[in-house]
C-alpha cells in the first residue's frame, strides 16, 4: 500500500545501494542521528511465510561499543535494532517509504543472549496491513540456520499522514 509519499524521499534520507547476495544498505545519511550507533545496517527480502506473508531480514554486526559487561550484546542495542528493523522492513514490502511514521507498540521477550562479532539479523514478517497501520512480528537470531535465537517480538507501526 502506497502511504502517500514518494521514494525520492527515502533515498533523500536513506541509503539504498545494493550489495551483495540481495541485500540491500539501510544506513541515515545523516550520521549525527541515533542509528548510527548500530549501523551500518542491511536489509533484504526473504523467502515469503508458508502462507504467503511477506518477510525480510535486517542485519546488523555488533561491536565491543555495543556489549554489556557480561560481554554480551546489550539489551538496548537488541531493542534498537529491532525497531529500526519493522522500519526497514515494511519499506521492503512496500508499506512504506520515508516519512514520519512511528512506532506505536513493542513487545519482546528475550530468549537468549546476543553474541558480539557475528551478525545479529532481525527477521521481520508481515502480520497484516491495514489502510494505516501495520502488524509485525519476528525473531533476533545468530548463528548457521538462525539456531540461535536471542529475542522474539512483534509491533505496531502507524503510518504517515498524507495530508
Do not use: C, Y
Not at 502511504?3 to 524521499?9: A, F, L, Q, S, Y
Not at 511477506?54 to 555488533?62: D, E, S
Not at 496491513?129 to 548457521?144: K, P, S
Amino acid at each position: 500500500m502506497n502511504d502517500g509519499i514518494e521514494e525520492p524521499k527515502r533515498r533523500d534520507h536513506f541509503s539504498a545501494a545494493e550489495l551483495d547476495g540481495g541485500w540491500i544498505s539501510w544506513d541515515l545519511k545523516d550520521a549525527t542521528r541515533f542509528n548510527a550507533f548500530i549501523e551500518p545496517l542491511t536489509v533484504r527480502l526473504e523467502s515469503p511465510t508458508p502462507d504467503g506473508r511477506p518477510r525480510a531480514r535486517v542485519r546488523m554486526v555488533p561491536e565491543r561499543k555495543h556489549s554489556n559487561l557480561g560481554d554480551n550484546v546489550h539489551g538496548a542495542v537488541t531493542l534498537a535494532l529491532v525497531d529500526i528493523a519493522l522500519f526497514a522492513a515494511s519499506h521492503q514490502f512496500g508499506s512504506l517509504n520515508a516519512g514520519h511514521s512511528v512506532t506505536l507498540d513493542l513487545s519482546t521477550q528475550f530468549v537468549g543472549a546476543g553474541r558480539v562479532g557475528e551478525p545479529l539479523d532481525a527477521v521481520v514478517e508481515l502480520v497484516r496491513e491495514t489502510g494505516r497501520l501495520i502488524f509485525l512480528r519476528g525473531l533476533v537470531v545468530q548463528g548457521a540456520d538462525d539456531s540461535h535465537i536471542v529475542l522474539s517480538f512483534a509491533g505496531t507501526i502507524r503510518k504517515a499522514s498524507t495530508g
